[in-house]
Every structure is written in structure tokens, then in C-alpha cells.
């Protein structure tokens, strides 16, 4: 089947080609399958085969963009020019370097659970491990999401470049009922290898919400808070990442304007997006527009070094394309966009980021609330512990924390567990490989 | 395509207890001016068809954009119901819904797909101009159009072929003072082109909560009373409640609202529905599994009357289905989804609630939020806010957010305004739906309130 996509793009490059225009063709091929769950069991399994071509025409440096399935490539191009009157005209260059450096992102041994039924087994596997702590914990949502796909860019500068990526995802949320409600905890793996331990995900589900059976308890006033890195990154993606896109930065939408080379973070603090990483859930030889991926540090030993740019943005501000060109799919232009964000610091050991006096939060509620331009964030935590001379206590219900991401970045201290984290914002998925942080800068309020 | 029935006739004589096959055709397009230049513009179309099959206690849905391979997308659904079955222990079923034989077109004065791109682009420059660039920085005005025609066959013999329109337009701005505010408005609905003339009605909306956002403090934090205006007062029905009321997440023990039919919920003179017939963002004549919309009373004077339920928690639930499955587009299946849910007006003026308070907030227009249904919990943000002293507005707020227990904020609205507005959305819930919320103004007599004092 790969071979109709392959097939597809050369026919859709022809057609402009034909035409004497400039263009490029992206086209998508996937397959997935999803196991839910649901009441302690395996729900219901579904799946999908999708693909389609984004055909994205340059006339009179216009850009115009159509999208269509295999077999009406004419019509798509035809789609594409007549858009392309109404654009502004802007001088993009489309890439033509091939060589691709080698990332791994495919697993051969995905292909299996999507073909066979192993996948049912997976998410049964995190059922066991979360009914395996205590009698009255029953995992009530979640599953297991597994898709391959092949990439293919080709553009009429010559380019035609192809890759196939897999990605697993896996959670499992767990519950202890109440008396009117009741408590409950998540656990999530994702990752392109299959290599997660889906009774694990399941297990640590379950040791988590054993752990919060106590009544809720109280704290006040300003204390360090301990953040798991689920939700660091929820509180990153959206109240920080926008700030380090080009085009934000251009327009004055970004808290970050004007300050390359400036001291923003606290010395230790290395902040990359680097597609390169093998297994990188967000990595990949290469962009969605062609451009040859590569390591860009956004901020390095606290000093804030680069942002990202796609060709249109780079083109606009004269700056090169940092291969952040990233599309939601065959339907989408492709935008300035994270791809694989990766957050290091000194690398203390998780127990010593843990305070005297203090919370440690699981995860946040309502991180996409997060002001994108000034980094403001007001999220509820849940579950969140008091945490008091280095060790968990009780459970706190209803607590809020307060800050700037900016600011807080300027005291932020990280641990040495880093972990793949996977966020969907609208149509895009924002992964973030980071460890447990200690944020000095927040402030609590509950009831 | 082959023939639907010829595939389900196949896939019963294979053991298959029910199936059903949605075949879907998309046109959509979309217009995105930011700063003054057409940054995105876009057009295409797609089809496919998804075919789920029941087989025994197992579900197994497969969707393709390849109508070719519809059989072998029927097969493989059968095969993935056959293995779920075996891991199931729980017993499954459909209640029982009409049959239907329809052949609907949404009403619409102008379709979208007729009006000439050029019109398309005078209407966001147009939108853009209208907007007062005093104090704006930055300005992005969007456009949208979908159009769908779908095609519903079950093993049952109900076949509903529906077009669905609908059109959405976005107002985004953002100024600069001691910090960058950014405020947003949409409008649209399901219909045609004719929607894009609510836009106008925003422009004014939209300037003005920027104005008030770059002169504004941040907020106190603690516990306050609150009023939400319409808007807010909608999403937060959306959010907190309305999605407890969904019959999967009740049926599976994820919603605070199981077991309490019946029961009081909600304070007196609180009236709540989810309503697929309502002329707003939302609005469909069937939903995806060929049953009827209808209005559903959730709450009825405060006492929870009804659910959101597909036909499979209906069964569960031992409930009648009224048009709750509602799926993204054919790559998946339907989930119980809400459409355009609604808090009805009260009696008081809106006047009278901003003198019942000494010292709370008036939080107006969600950015977003957030809820736990098995907790009972909630998260907002407001746009905009204000801060009340003494039953008066004293001064502009931002970055308000707030928080608390959704049964007991129920209990907790002390005020319910006279007027009603609705706005529009997408709710997110693993798939993407058109949605409609609107409502009155209403006092919270104690939320938490998460400031930066």
C-alpha cells in the first residue's frame, strides 16, 4: 500500500510541475487500532486506515493549499492554485537537501499488535496491574493507542523524502468510590518502541490513588511545590512553548522578544527541541515541509539561545527554518511548531527537590487556561500531597497554584527522571521529554 | 462502495448480533487573516465509512478513507469484536430506537460551498477592519465551513442520509500595557453562509474586553461569591455538569450524577437541557447512530431528570436513547457527546445579583476549563472579570480563575438573571464536536478563587 502513497505524491508533483509552478506534496498513510477501558475491563476495540495528500502550490509567490485523496491529485492542485490568488506573496524556498540523518522511530514489532490481537492483551495487561494493589481500586478509563504510518514529503525542487514512524500510548485512569464521589488517579506511557511496561502504567495508577485514601487535608500559605513531570509538561506546553515560536516572537507575542542571549532561567536549566533523539515519540529525520531535522537548544545554561521556525516564518523574519515545520495531518498547512522539546537540569536525585514544607503535585487541572503570551497560570491540582520533611503525607483537595512560567524558570530546579510526556493541544500533540521539577515560585490557594 | 446491506447481511451471517455502516463526504474550507495578510487559506474534500460491528458483548469498529476497502475495514471490525468479546466479562446491548427511513437537509439561506472565495476573504478583512486598532496589537480573524453529507445504515433497517452545514467565524486580539492580554469571541452556528453576519455583532465584544484586560489588577484568592455572565454561565454548565450527564462516562462509574435520578442536584429554580433541536453550533436532526434527536431535560428545577445517552448506555442504564452518539467524522465511532446545553433564565435582573454581593468577582467569557466527572471537580478561567465591593463593579480583573465541587456549586447558585445569550464551542473529548452553551446570569454564592494576592 505504501506504494499509492509514493505513487500519489509523484502524480500531484507532476501536476504542478506541468503547470510551470513551484510546490509541495505531503502525504500521510496510517493505521491504528485502540483498545479502550472501561468498569475494569476491556471495552471495545477500534480502528483506522487513513490517507490522504496536502498539496501546497506556489504561484506568483502566492501560496495556495488543497487536500485530497489519492486518485483526485488534479483536483487537489486545482484547488490549491485557485487559493493561491488570494495569498500575499512571500518568497519561500523549498528544500532540497537529502540527507537525512539516521533517527529511529519505527518499530517493526507494532506492526504485530496493530495486524494481530496482541493489542487487547497490552491493554488487559494494564487492567491487571491496576486491579493488583487493593480489591476496591478498579482502573475505570483509558487504553491503549497504537498506529504506524509512512511520511512522504516531495516538493519541485527535486526533494522526495520518506519515512515510516510507530507510536504507542497507553494510560489508565483508576478509582476508589466514596460516598459521593470518588478519588482517582491517571498513569500514561508513551512511547515509538514498544517497550513500555503496560503492567507497570497500570500499578503505578493504583499505588497512586491507594495513596490518597486519607482525608483531605490543609496547608497555607507560599510553599516550594514538587511537579511530576505529566504536569510540568501540561503547564509548559501551554503557558511557555508559545513563547519560543518564531512567529510569536515576531509579533510581539512573546515574553521572549528581543532577549537572544540574555540570562532567563536558572544556570543548569538546557532546553532543546531535538527531533533527533532516537525513539523521540516527536522525532523524525525530517519536518513536515522536507527540512533535514537537527538539535536546536532553546535555552542553555540558562541563557535563552534560539527560537523555532518553519519555512513561511523563517522566510518572514530572514531566518532559516529550525525544521519546525509540523502539519496536524494531511488536511493542514504546515505551522511552526515543537516537535521534540527535551528538559534537563543538574540532575538531583527526586528526593532531595523534595522540601521541608511543601506540595507535590501529580497533575494540574486546566493548564490549557494558561495565558500563551504572558506564561500567567492558574491550575487546580489533583491529586496533590502535603508533603513535609521530604515525605508525602495526606492528600490536599481543591488546591490551586499560581505563577509565571517566565519567572518560574528563573528558580526551577529538575531531578534526574526524565520521562516521555505526551500532551494534545487542539489537533497537535506536544511531547516533552522532562524530569520531576521543584518549582520556588508559585503561589497556593485552597479553601 | 459496495452495497451496506449487502455488507451487513455478510457480517450477521457471520455471527454479528448488529452492525452498522456510516459512509461520510466532507467539503470544508477556511480562511485565517492575521495582521492584515491572508496567512492560511485552504480547501479540499474527503470521504470514507466507518462499519462497527456488536458481536456477542464485543464492539469492534473500523473506519477508512477508502471506500474500496470497506469490505476488508468489515471484516477486520468483526474480527477486532470477536477478540474484545473475549476479554469481556460485562454483558452489553442496544436499547431499542425507532426505525427510520429520512432523507434531511439542514435549512440554510446561502450554502457556503456556493459563495465565492472572494466574498469569503472581504468578510475577514471586513471583520478586521471594524476592529478599533487603538490599543490592538495584533489581530487574527478567522473563517471556517464544513459541510457534510452522511449516510447511516444499520443491520436494523433504519437508512437517514443528512447534509449537515455549519460555519464558524473568530475574532483574536491582543494588546500590550504592563503585561500581553489576548481576547477572543466566535460566532456561527449550523446553517449557511448567512451565519457570518453574528460576526459583526462581536467586533464591539471583543475590542472592548481587551481595553478592559490592559487596565486590569489580577484578583484576589480564596472563597467568593461569583456571577457568571452568559457565556461563562454556559460553559460552566457544559463543563461541570453536562458532561457528568453523559450516559458512557455514568455508565462505565466515571460521573458523579450516577444513581441520583430523581434526586436534587441543584438549587431550586435551576433548569438545565442538552438540546440537539435548538438552533445553534450544536444542532444535527439525527445523531450518528440513526436515532432521533430530541431535547433532554436534564435538570428540572433542580432535580436531575434525564441523561445524554447513546444507545448502549441506554441499555446499561435501563434508560430510553435520545440521540446522545455523536462522532467527529468516519475514522471513528460515535461517543456520547452534548450539543447545545443550556441554563434557562430566571426571574431577577442582572442588577439585583451585582447588589446581593459585598466583596466577589463578576467573571465574564470562558478561555477554557477543565473537570474531573467521577470527582465532581471543575477548573475555569474567565476572560475577563471584575471586582464587585459593596453590590457595585469596582474594577477590571484578569487571570481570574476558580474552582470547586460541581454538586455543591449547583446547590451553591443563590441568583439566576432574566436575559440569555449563547455562544459557541468545540468540546474535546478524544474527538472534536460543534457545540452550543448558553444561560442567563448566575450568582455562585462561594467558589475558590485562584489569584496571584
Redesign the interface.
Known sequence: MSDQIVESVKTAIEEIDKRGLKGDVYALKEKAIGHSIKKGELSESSGYDDIGLGIRVIKDDKIGFGYCVPGKEEKGVKHAIELSDFSERLDLELPSEKDTPGVEVYDEKVRDVIEDSEGAELTQKMIDGSSSVADDITPTRGGLNVSMGTRVIGNTEGLFLKEKGSSIFGSVTVSIPQEETSLQATEIGVDCKLDLDFEEIGGKAANKVDSIRSSSERLSGDHPVVISPYAITQLIGFGLIPAINGENVRKGKSVYQGKIGEKVASEDLLMKDDPTVDWGVGSGAFDDEGVISKDTPIISDGILKNFIYDLKESAKDEKESTGNGVRSGFKSLPETTHRNIVLEGEGKDRDDLMPDKGIYVDNVLGAHTANPVSGDFSVVTNPVWRVEDGERKGRIDGLMISGNLPEILKSIELADDRKKCFLQIGSRRLIIETPTVRLNDVTISGK | MIDPNRLMEDLLDKGAEYCDIRKEEWD?MS?TLK?G??D?????????A?VRVLYKN?????????LD?IKE?SE?AL???K??D?????ETGLAETEIQKDDVKMPMDENPLDVD??EK?SLVRDLEDKINRDFV??TEVRYGETVVEKEITTSEGTQVMMEIPRVITYLII?G?SD????ATEGAGGTGGYELTEKAYEKVDVVTERLKKLLEADTPP???LPLIMDPSLAGVFVHEAFGHAAEG?LL????S?LKGKLGEKVAADGVNIKDDPTFKGYGQFPYDDEGTKAKNRVLVKDGVLNDFILDRESAWKLDMEPNGGARAEDF???PLVRMSNTIIEPGDLKFEELIEKVDKGIYAKSS??????T????????AQEGYLIEDGEIVKPLR?V?F???T?ETLQNITGISDDFEAGIGHC?KGQ?ASVSHGGPHMLISDV?????E
Not at chain 2, 464485543?58 to 477508502?66: A, E, L
Not at chain 2, 478561555?367 to 474531573?372: A, C, D, I, K
Not at chain 2, 467521577?374 to 478561567?381: D, I, K, L, S, V
Open positions: 470544508r480562511v495582521d495578510e491572508i492560511k487559506i485552504s480547501q479540499g474534500g474527503e470521504e470514507g466507518i464485543g464492539w469492534g469498529c473500523v473506519g477508512t478513507s477508502n476497502d475495514a477486520r474480527s477486532m469484536a477478540s474484545s473475549e476479554f469481556k466479562n460485562e472565495t472572494e476573504i496589537s495584533s491582543t500590550e503585561t500581553i492580554q489576548r484568592s480564596g472563597s458512557d455508565s462505565s462509574g466515571n458523579c475514522r471513528v465511532k478561555s477554557g476549563g477543565q473537570v474531573s467521577a470527582e465532581g471537580t471543575f477548573q475555569f478561567n487571570d480563575s474552582n470547586g465541587f454538586l474535546g472534536t475558590t478563587v485562584g489569584g496571584r
